[in-house]
């Protein structure tokens, strides 16, 4: 099996920042896309940002310029740095990973607990 824990959330005043961390580890060959997702209490989730295994990244347009998305392929990490962060930027967050277990066998979706990110004053 595959786990993905994740790390660095908490409460933050608006304007500041946070760095989410998350390591996949367990039986791994390769991982395709790398990304988080949000869910806000009373939404659905959605796509915060994402990279590939070739470091393409993506953001949601809600956070693109405020939020740094970075993966280290050797150690099957992934990052999310938020700056200026806003009370609507409040949700559960969740590390998403793409893992191909075995070179025969095509890659599944793996989801990390979630990790609270509270923005208020």
């Known amino acids: 099996q595959v786990q993905l824990l994740e790390s660095g959330g908490g409460l933050v005043q608006p304007g500041g920042s946070l760095r989410l961390s998350c390591a996949a580890s367990g039986t791994i060959f390769s991982i395709n896309s790398m990304g988080w997702y949000r869910q806000a209490p009373g939404k659905e989730r959605e796509l915060v940002a994402i990279t590939t295994s070739s470091g393409v990244t993506d953001y949601s347009a809600s956070v693109k310029d405020r939020f740094t998305i970075s993966r280290d392929n050797a150690k099957n990490t992934v990052a999310l740095q938020m700056n200026s962060l806003k009370p609507e930027d409040t949700a559960v967050y969740y590390c998403?990973?793409?893992?191909?277990?075995?070179?025969?066998?095509?890659?599944?979706?793996?989801w990390g607990q979630g990790t609270q990110v509270t923005v208020s004053s």
């Open positions: 998403n990973a793409e893992v191909r277990q075995y070179p025969f066998r095509r890659a599944s979706a793996y």
